[in-house]
């Protein structure tokens, strides 16, 4: 019985290393590799400079203004920083585009049109997503986030 529980105990703690280690190498791989990938996801949409936004922040913070007409997906990133991306002046491509967050131990925030009905489908984990947007399910442009917030936040403004 002593050694099933040492066994146990071992295994727990021989665990938790990996996982930490997993999680830092998906998070890297999401900074580096996502612009090749998000570009490629609506084909017939022209992807023009400011059509597809991927960002990290690191102990760090990060300030964008998108203005593309065309605006179609977002991959922010920030682990104990801050981003912030303001969307007021952009449109959308077909009257949607997507955001994918990764908020830990930091913060993002995202000011959107007062015209922009925003989906939160964000998963806080000892840490919140809040929309302060004004846009009603009728508008004619749609948002949608989607992602994790642990230890972190996100919030929508308009």
Do not use: H, Y
């Amino acid at each position: 019985a002593l050694l099933g529980d040492v066994l146990d105990i071992f295994v727990v703690w021989a665990w938790w290393p990996i996982v930490l280690i997993a999680l830092g190498l998906v998070t890297i791989s999401r900074a580096f590799g996502s612009s090749k990938r998000l570009a490629t996801m609506m084909p017939g949409v022209p992807s023009g400079a400011d059509s597809v936004l991927s960002e990290f922040a690191f102990w760090s913070g990060v300030q964008r203004k998108v203005t593309s007409p065309a605006f179609r997906q977002a991959d922010l990133t920030a682990i104990m920083g801050g981003i912030e991306i303001d969307l007021r002046q952009a449109g959308t491509a077909g009257g949607e585009c997507v955001i994918d967050v990764f908020a830990m131990w930091g913060g993002i925030e995202i000011r959107v049109p007062p015209d922009w009905a925003v989906s939160n489908q964000i998963v806080p984990i000892m840490g919140g997503a809040e929309d302060k947007s004004t846009g009603t399910q009728a508008s004619t442009n749609r948002l949608i986030l989607r992602g994790v917030a642990i230890m972190g936040g996100v919030e929508i403004k308009t």
